[in-house]
T-cell receptor, first 111, second 115 residues
Framework: KQEVTQIPAALSVPEGENLVLNCSFT??????LQWFRQDPGKGLTSLLL?????REQTSGRLNASLDKSSGRSTLYIAASQPGDSATYLC??????????FGPGTRLSVLP | KAGVTQTPRYLIKTRGQQVTLSCSPI?????VSWYQQTPGQGLQFLFE???????NKGNFPGRFSGRQFSNSRSEMNVSTLELGDSALYLC??????????????FGPGTRLTVT
């Protein structure tokens, strides 16, 4: 059974800092991994999708990497802004199964 | 292209009642998944439908049920509501499950409060 964890659970940084969010999963036979952000009380916004054959994906100030062998993915946010404050979730997709979500990292970027 | 829509956005029900939530996926998407999100349990998978057939089901009691129509719209129903059913119910839309490019797009959610 796939289990997904995220470290840290919460993070507070000053504006402008570069930061890394971590996602770990127990079953490395994944199809893909997706990163989302969620604002309080709202739905999830897709940030990046990494296919199992890919090592990383980039979108603007965001870069996500995937290391299947070690069961890890990281989300790198460059030059953080207050508007980046949200909860970030990773979701892992195994063949024939549903997406399994991590508990999320709550990020606060202070002006 | 319009995004995923969910109705209603907010709902207040009493214990013992039943409720039906609706989700309209992105045009052209044939897969709809439902999730329950609570502060204590996080995001938990309820079920997934593709072409009107349930593909996967999470570990929820039989009070939770769903269906999908020929136009890909989906409904979920919760009968005999309990206080613990209070949650944000999220619907996700995607194209074809089982592909490495399988990506989920979420709606804004329905906030259900059971009193």
């Amino acid at each position: 059974k796939q289990e997904v964890t995220q470290i840290p659970a919460a993070l507070s940084v000053p504006e402008g800092e570069n930061l890394v969010l971590n996602c770990s999963f127990t079953d490395s036979a994944i199809y893909n991994l997706q990163w989302f952000r969620q604002d309080p009380g709202k739905g999830l916004t897709s940030l990046l999708l990494i296919q199992s054959s890919q090592r990383e994906q980039t979108s603007g100030r965001l870069n996500a990497s995937l290391d299947k062998s070690s069961g890890r993915s990281t989300l790198y946010i460059a030059a953080s802004q207050p508007g980046d404050s949200a909860t970030y979730l990773c979701a892992v997709h195994n063949y024939g199964q549903n997406f399994v979500f991590g508990p999320g990292t709550r990020l606060s970027v202070l002006p | 292209k319009a995004g995923v829509t969910q109705t209603p956005r907010y709902l207040i029900k009493t214990r013992g009642q039943q409720v039906t939530l609706s989700c309209s996926p992105i045009s052209g998407h044939r897969s709809v998944s439902w999730y329950q999100q609570t502060p204590g349990q996080g995001l938990q998978f309820l079920f997934e439908y593709f072409s009107e057939t349930q593909r996967n089901k999470g570990n929820f009691p039989g009070r939770f049920s769903g269906r999908q129509f020929s136009n890909s719209r989906s409904e979920m129903n919760v009968s005999t509501l309990e206080l613990g059913d209070s949650a944000l119910y999220l619907c996700a839309s995607s194209s074809f499950p089982g592909l490495v490019t399988y990506e989920q797009y979420f709606g804004p959610g329905t906030r259900l409060t059971v009193t």
